[in-house]
């Protein structure tokens, strides 16, 4: 299978590493809106390319990963793209992922060609598993939490607060709340009794950091809904501490079976070194479903809900029936 990516953020260089490891997937580009001449990337074997030269149609891929952002790119980028070639993304802005598959879905029919989006850990990994549990056990109560980790829209929302030069936000779960849940008590949960939010920030020389701290824990739909603890450290210590990209959490369920009420909890938890490692990892997994999916004559969006496992894997039916059944 032959693949591209469109967009060499963090993201993008986490699908180039997924890739690495893929005996069935080639990396023939990567597509830039920067200049292709200044961007270095660590497949040998594959070219920088301009994000124009995909508007020709005829780049020889089988696959185009769209590395971009959910806010601006991601709704223009994929429909257009999908129209052209075979396309996936991360879009993750839950309130609009009904209107962008309308969009991609009738880009990639008109195009005869196969869109997945909102593919990841969650979106993705994380939405299969509340789907699979309420269907097991209708009715019941499903949990989600994020964390501990990195949230990088989090990080860059107080990278704009005036007198802060660097900041990192974790996302942490609150364990007491979790526990309750892994217990079986079906709680009520708040937003503030389920996650609490720890920032460390450098700041400029000079700057009110008791200002930067009240901007900070009040800022609305940020973290004025959460406990939130703020550390000023320096410039070497973000460097030694905070330079990755952890993340991580979990997705419980619980429901009652029987007419005495059996209680049952399902739980599905990732712990990441490495955020855009992982999604990178899911993403090309996908793509290699999305390649087959069009070979087989499908056309239209597509959600992970939409994918039987089978097409994730390089393996044949009987080596998955062998090892995994």
Request: proline fraction near 4%; aromatic fraction near 8%.
């Amino acid at each position: 299978m032959k693949a591209g990516i469109l967009g060499y953020g963090n993201l993008g260089k986490g699908v180039e590493a997924a890739i690495a490891r893929c005996d069935d997937i080639e990396l023939k580009a990567v597509y830039t809106r920067r200049d292709p001449s200044g961007l270095k990337i660590k497949t040998p074997t594959a070219l920088v390319k301009s994000a124009a030269d995909l508007e020709s149609g005829a780049e020889d891929i089988d696959v185009l990963i769209i590395c971009g952002g959910s806010a601006t790119d991601l709704p223009e980028m994929t429909p257009k793209y999908a129209a052209l070639y075979n396309v996936i993304d991360s879009f993750d802005t839950h309130a609009n992922i009904p209107t962008h598959f309308a969009n991609v879905d009738e880009a990639a029919k008109k195009g005869g060609k196969v869109g997945l989006i909102s593919c990841g850990w969650d979106p993705g990994m994380f939405s299969l598993n509340r789907l699979y549990a309420s269907s097991i056990l209708p009715g019941g109560k499903d949990y989600t939490f994020w964390g501990k980790g990195v949230s990088q829209g989090h990080s860059d929302a107080i990278r704009r607060i005036e007198g802060v030069k660097d900041a990192r936000q974790y996302t942490i779960p609150v364990e007491d709340a979790v526990e309750r849940v892994r217990n079986g008590e079906n709680p009520e949960l708040t937003t503030r009794e389920k996650h609490t939010r720890e920032c460390f920030v450098v700041a400029e020389d000079g700057a009110d950091k008791a200002r930067i701290e009240e901007q900070i824990k009040t800022m609305p739909n940020y973290f004025a809904d959460y406990d939130t603890t703020v550390h000023f450290i320096t410039e070497e210590e973000m460097k030694r501490d905070h330079s990755g990209l952890p993340h991580g959490g979990s997705v419980l369920y619980s429901g009652e079976t029987g007419a005495d009420g059996c209680n049952h909890v399902i739980e599905y938890r990732l712990q990441l070194d490495s955020n855009p490692e992982f999604t990178g990892s899911v993403l090309t997994a996908y793509a290699r479903a999305v390649a087959r999916l069009n070979a087989e004559g499908v056309t239209g969006a597509k959600t992970v809900f939409d994918i039987a496992p089978a097409y994730l894997t390089p393996l044949s039916g009987d080596e998955i029936r062998a090892h995994f059944l």
